[in-house]
């Protein structure tokens, strides 16, 4: 079991930047991907990123390409996501999620989830 914690959101402008965090506690953190994902109102969830649990493979969804990076800190069992360049559309509540096994962008994959962070980005 794996329990995973947000942090890090907030209001910002657009063109700023902000820094979300997910803690684990639990089982060993590190032999888990993790997964960022967001959901705005009246909308789907979508996928952010993704990182493997030695953090060498990452995806990125392309909405957030080239502005948002995904890392990782096994000895602090947290996963960063770094969005900089952000848009109103970035606007919604992100997840983090775990799972054993590849990094995947595919959501239904990832069995544990945190309570989720919200983001808004003013115009």
């Known amino acids: 079991q794996v329990q995973l914690v947000e942090s890090g959101g907030g209001l910002v402008q657009a063109g700023g930047s902000l820094r979300l965090s997910c803690a684990a506690s639990?089982?060993?953190?590190?032999?888990?991907?993790v997964g960022w994902f967001r959901q705005a109102p009246g909308k789907e969830r979508e996928s952010v990123a993704a990182?493997?649990?030695?953090?060498?493979?990452?995806y990125y969804a392309d909405a957030v390409k080239g502005r948002f990076t995904i890392s990782r800190d096994n000895a602090k069992n947290t996963v960063y996501l770094q969005m900089n360049s952000l848009k109103p559309e970035d606007t919604a509540v992100y997840y983090c999620?775990?799972?054993?096994?590849?990094?995947?962008?595919?959501?239904?994959?990832?069995?544990?989830w945190g309570q989720g962070t919200q983001v808004t980005v003013s115009s």
């Open positions: 639990g089982r060993t953190y590190s032999s888990y991907a």
């Open positions: 990182i493997s649990w030695l953090g060498g493979v990452r």
């Open positions: 999620a775990a799972k054993i096994g590849s990094a995947t962008l595919n959501s239904y994959e990832y069995d544990y």
